[in-house]
């Protein structure tokens, strides 16, 4: 089967940094994805990995290291609308086929 | 807007009954999945559907079942309704099987009484 590690809640200063970690069990792993979720809201895409390194788009990053099982989203210069939910995904085999699995979510607050 | 379209938006019934949760796909999308999200947990994976047939498995219980038609929309029914049912149900969709880019409904919010 598939699973998926997160930190349950982070609180970080508005304008700070802040890097939500995620460790990963799958057979037959093809990426890591990160996804938000406002309170009430639908998830949103914000990144994939699928090789080891870092990935930036805009303030946020994303690194994976396959050898790891591990890959963290990184934060930068944090907004007040960056309070969110945050999620890591798997992309890994299951009978035959490809499966996403989300870990159970990271409650960032960040605080003026 | 992600361009997925899920109805209705609120469902509420009691308990032993069925009820049939819709979703529209992006323009183009071939796959759908379906997932549960319960208060304050994480995104249970039900199904997944690619051009008609299903694709993978995830946690759907028996009394649950789903299926996506000719024009690509899907339809998650869930029968002999129970307390624990009550969640909030999101329909994704993504170009083909395995694009990493999954577009989110803004989901069903299903509570049984």
């Known amino acids: 089967g598939q699973s998926l590690e997160q930190p349950s809640e982070v609180t970080a200063v508005e304008g700070a940094i802040v890097q939500i970690n995620c460790t990963y069990q799958?057979?037959?792993?093809?990426?890591l994805s990160w996804y938000q979720q406002h309170d009430g809201g639908a998830p949103t895409f914000l990144s994939y990995?699928?090789?080891?390194g870092l990935e930036e788009t805009g303030r946020f990053s994303s690194f994976l290291s396959r050898s790891d099982s591990y890959g963290y989203l990184l934060l930068q210069e944090l907004q007040m609308k960056d309070s969110a939910s945050y999620f890591c995904?798997?992309?890994?085999?299951?009978?035959?086929?490809?499966?996403?699995?989300f870990g159970t979510g990271t409650k960032l607050q960040v605080i003026p | 807007d992600s361009g997925v379209t899920q109805t209705p938006k609120h469902l509420i019934t009691a308990t032993g009954q069925r009820v049939t949760l819709r979703c529209s796909p992006r323009s183009g999308d071939l796959s759908v999945y379906w997932y549960q999200q319960s208060l304050d947990q994480g995104l249970q994976f039900l199904i997944q559907y690619y051009n008609g047939e299903e694709r993978a498995k995830g946690n759907i219980l028996e009394r649950f079942s789903a299926q996506q038609f000719p024009d690509l929309h899907s339809e998650l029914n869930l029968s002999s309704l129970e307390l624990g049912d009550s969640a909030l149900y999101f329909c994704a969709s993504s170009e083909d099987a395995t694009n990493e880019k999954l577009f989110f409904g803004s989901g069903t919010q299903l509570s049984v009484l």
């Open positions: 990995n699928a090789l080891d």
């Open positions: 799958t057979s037959g792993f093809y990426g």
């Open positions: 995904a798997v992309r890994g085999a299951s009978g035959g086929y490809q499966k996403v699995t």
